[in-house]
Every structure is written in structure tokens, then in C-alpha cells.
Nanobody
């Protein structure tokens, strides 16, 4: 069982930066892949980024490539999403999710554990 808690969301102007954190309980978090997802108002949940168990392999959706970076510190049981050059269209509730396994996974249905979400609002 893994419990996830996101933090770091907030209101930022376009072009600004935020760093989201996903803190996990459990001693075996290093054996879990983690994904970051977002859901805008009236939109479906979509993948933003995903990272494998070691941090050595990552996936990004096209719209955030070059602007967002996902990385992890397994010693701290935490995965981060560094978001730079934010745009109004990045506004959404951001969720982290975890599943047991070594690879990264791009689909929400592939994840077993979810955090409560954190709101990111980018003003123009």
C-alpha cells in the first residue's frame, strides 16, 4: 500500500515556474513507477510525465517537453515535477500516481495509487 501527497501548487503568472512534490509513504517506493497527470476544468485527465523506478527513464507529453522535468529522490520517497515557462493552458489540478513496476507508464488506468491533487493556476 502506498499513500501519496502532492504539494507545491499555486497561482503563478505566465512564464513563471513551480515545483510540485509527490511524497510517498512506504519503504519500497523505489520499486514504484510514478506518473504526473492533470485535469483541467471540463477536460479528461491526461498524462504530463512519467518516471521509472530508478529515475533513469522518463516520458513527457508533447505539450510540456522542454518545459517540465520529472525527477525523483528515492531516499526521500519523493518525486518532483519542475514546471518552467508555464502557460495559461497548463492550468489544471495536478495528480501524482504510482504503480509497482520498473518502467514508466503513460496511461492513468495503469496506476493503482493516487494522490488528492494540487491546483495549478497560470494567469495570463
Amino acid at each position: 500500500q502506498v499513500q501519496l501527497v502532492e504539494s507545491g501548487g499555486g497561482l503563478v503568472q505566465a512564464g513563471g515556474s513551480l515545483r510540485l512534490s509527490c511524497a510517498a509513504s512506504g519503504r519500497t517506493f523505489s520499486k514504484y513507477a510514478v506518473g504526473w497527470f492533470r485535469q483541467g476544468l471540463g477536460k479528461e485527465r491526461e498524462v504530463v510525465a512519467s518516471i521509472n523506478w530508478s529515475g533513469g527513464s522518463t516520458y513527457y507529453t508533447d505539450s510540456v517537453k522542454g518545459r517540465f522535468t520529472v525527477f525523483r529522490d528515492n531516499a526521500k520517497n519523493t518525486v518532483y515535477l519542475q514546471m518552467n515557462s508555464l502557460k495559461p493552458e497548463d492550468t489544471a489540478v495536478y495528480y501524482c500516481a504510482a504503480r509497482y513496476g520498473t518502467s514508466w507508464y503513460p496511461n492513468p488506468s495503469q496506476y493503482d495509487y493516487w494522490g488528492q491533487g494540487t491546483q495549478v493556476t497560470v494567469s495570463s
